[in-house]
């Protein structure tokens, strides 16, 4: 892992961002083509500027030239709100629970943070177990919380996973 740049604009593209199987859950359509690659990196990577987002492409541990996907903590007050992407290349092989319990740990270790938190759509069983394996607990389902336009224009029902100290 490590802090997304502009430069990764290609490497996302070609990875995961125009894939219609791999944003089906996500809050975005497929990327088109490269410059709304480098739009979405251009707004992400001044997250780190304000302490608001810190996003993170991460790479296969057997090529660490593959970049397969992105993970974001966004912070805000006393918890963290953790997103992630993978390319469908490195589904079901561990990494998302790893990175995430990774990041779920490193955000409770910080004095100020008391909960790490991440949603999923109710129909993606695979988040969902990512969540549970990265040690977060469902709290519950809410209705109508975010709209995956690649599922529908209306906001769909989420599950709510957390872990707090």
């Known amino acids: ?17 125009a894939d219609h199987a791999v944003t089906r859950h996500l809050g975005w359509i497929p990327h088109k083509d490269r410059s709304e690659t480098t739009l979405f990196l251009n707004k992400v990577t001044e997250e780190w500027t304000t302490s608001r987002g810190f996003p993170l492409v991460v790479f296969s541990h057997s090529d660490p030239a593959d970049l397969v996907g992105m993970f974001r903590a966004h912070a805000g007050g006393f918890k963290v709100n953790d997103g992630y992407v993978l390319a469908s290349r490195a589904w079901g092989k561990g990494c998302a629970s790893e990175i995430l319990g990774w990041l779920v740990e490193r955000a409770l ?20 177990r990512v969540m549970e394996k990265a040690g977060m607990i469902r709290e519950g389902r809410l209705a109508r919380y975010v709209v995956h336009p690649s599922i529908s224009d209306t906001p769909r029902d989420c599950f709510m996973y957390a872990r707090v100290l």
């Open 1 to 17: 892992m490590r802090r997304a740049t502009l430069g990764d604009a290609g490497a996302i593209f070609e990875s995961y961002a």
């Open 109 to 128: 270790a910080h004095p100020a943070i008391y909960r790490a938190e991440a949603f999923c759509d109710v129909d993606h069983l695979a988040s969902a």
